[in-house]
């Protein structure tokens, strides 16, 4: 069977992107065909910064965006404006089929926004490109979490949950993960509002499971599940995945457990894009810091399992 072949948006030339790109590309290459949306005069400047050799076979891409001066650490439009530029060239070559998939290393959303990019971040973005409602999931094969409602306001969340949204969102999670197990669907509220004590939420969700069963024609959601003992170790053993109804209340315990490993898959979209479930980490960029890499290759190895 040949290799799929992937492209991976650099992300924040400012952060450990690259770094972990050039460090890794050759455990990567063992399991897919790689090319890296960065042109050679901007991989140049950040191997020479950061003392690494190039590897020979490091596939490149020209004319990607404006050439800018690499300054570690630092919040700038110049680093927002080519991450989101080497992002949009990986999305158009997926869109393409010039490639089967993509893998995006960290962004910085604030210079992303300095450089004028209207989106908040990839899975956003990759909403409005492909008109479709695109899946936030998180995790690693141990545990995956997607969430309903992703960067809003907490205050915003409660008033998100609506029977409608929540029941196509609960279809989509199934066709597109496809859980071989039943999906541990957390409530919103303390003890999942205690029977309308603390809260009605949950009823509103026990009628979209109940709408997405009757159009799966399979019973694959739990009923609300009580948040603050979802994920201990005896109710876990019970699932692989979770739907979270806000994005603390999945991701809080998710990185808690599974921190170096977590990855983040887009569902629900007509290509496949996983990503590292870290930031840019600014504070050790370009100082020699030994990375961990897990995180990326378990996002690549998504791609080459899927």
Excluded at 6 to 33: C, F, M, P, R, Y
Aim: hydrophobic share 40%; aromatic share 8%; charged share 25%.
């Amino acid at each position: 069977m040949s290799r799929k072949k992937v492209a991976i948006s650099v992300g924040d030339l400012n952060g450990i992107g690259i770094q972990l790109a050039l460090e890794n590309h050759t455990t990567i290459s063992k399991e897919v065909e790689v090319v890296y949306c960065i042109d050679r005069n901007m991989l140049e400047q950040a191997a020479k910064k950061l003392n690494l050799p190039i590897p020979a076979d490091f596939q490149t891409m020209e004319d990607i965006a404006e050439h800018f001066e690499i300054e570690p650490g630092v919040v700038s439009k110049e680093s927002g404006a080519y991450a989101y530029a080497s992002f949009v060239r990986a999305v158009e070559l997926a869109r393409n089929k010039e490639i089967d998939a993509i893998t995006t290393l960290p962004i910085h959303k604030k210079a992303w926004e300095l450089a004028g990019v209207a989106y908040k971040g990839h899975t956003d973005a990759l909403r409005d490109f492909f008109d479709a409602e695109a899946i936030m999931m998180l995790g690693s094969p141990k545990m995956y979490v997607a969430l309903f409602t992703e960067h809003i306001p907490l205050k915003e969340v409660a008033g998100s949950i609506n029977e409608k949204a929540l029941t196509r969102f609960l279809i989509d999670f199934y066709r597109t993960a496809k859980p071989s197990t039943e999906v541990g669907v957390l409530g919103l509220n303390p003890h999942a509002g205690d029977d309308g004590v603390l809260g009605t939420e949950e009823r509103i969700i026990e009628k979209a499971i109940e709408n997405a069963h009757k159009e799966l024609g399979t019973e694959i959601f739990s009923a609300p599940l009580v948040p603050d003992v979802a994920f201990t170790p005896r109710v876990r053993a019970n699932y692989t995945h979770y739907i979270a109804m806000y994005h603390d209340q999945g991701l809080a315990p998710l990185k808690a457990l599974y921190f170096d490993e977590g990855i983040n898959v887009s569902l629900n979209l007509p290509i496949l894009r996983t990503s590292v479930d870290h930031g840019t980490a600014f504070d050790i960029a370009y100082k020699g810091v030994e990375l961990s890499s897990l995180s990326y290759l378990n996002a690549v190895k998504y791609i080459s399992d899927n």
